[in-house]
Nanobody, 127 residues
């Protein structure tokens, strides 16, 4: 049984930083593409970042590129999202997702390509 458990969300001021984590179990972690998505109230789920199984390649959504960094520790079965220069519009529930297969492709910015999802962690950026 695959489980993804996010942690690290919270309240931060504009311009601040926060790191969220996602611990995975139930599959061979380095054989998974991992991704982060977010969803704000009343809005569609939005792609944030994704990373290949070997961590050689990553992609970012336009609204976060240059501010957020995705990384993974395959020895700890954990993926991270480091968020800097946070803005109120970054406020959302952040979801961790996993896709079977280690190879990251350009289309891995669509939620429907991911097979497993965590329960989400709330990130709130105050103005």
């Amino acid at each position: 049984q695959v489980q993804l458990v996010e942690s690290g969300g919270g309240l931060v001021q504009t311009g601040g930083s926060l790191r969220v984590s996602c611990a995975a179990s139930g599959l061979t972690f380095n054989m998974l593409v991992m991704g982060w998505f977010r969803q704000a109230p009343g809005k569609e789920r939005q792609f944030v970042a994704s990373i290949s199984g070997s961590a050689i390649m990553d992609f970012y959504g336009d609204s976060v590129e240059g501010r957020f960094t995705i990384s993974r520790d395959n020895t700890a079965n954990t993926v991270y999202l480091e968020m800097n220069s946070l803005k109120p519009e970054d406020t959302a529930v952040y979801y961790c997702a996993a896709k079977r297969g280690a190879t990251l492709v350009r289309q891995d910015n669509h939620a429907e390509r991911f097979d497993y999802w965590g329960q989400g962690t709330q990130v709130t950026v105050s103005s």
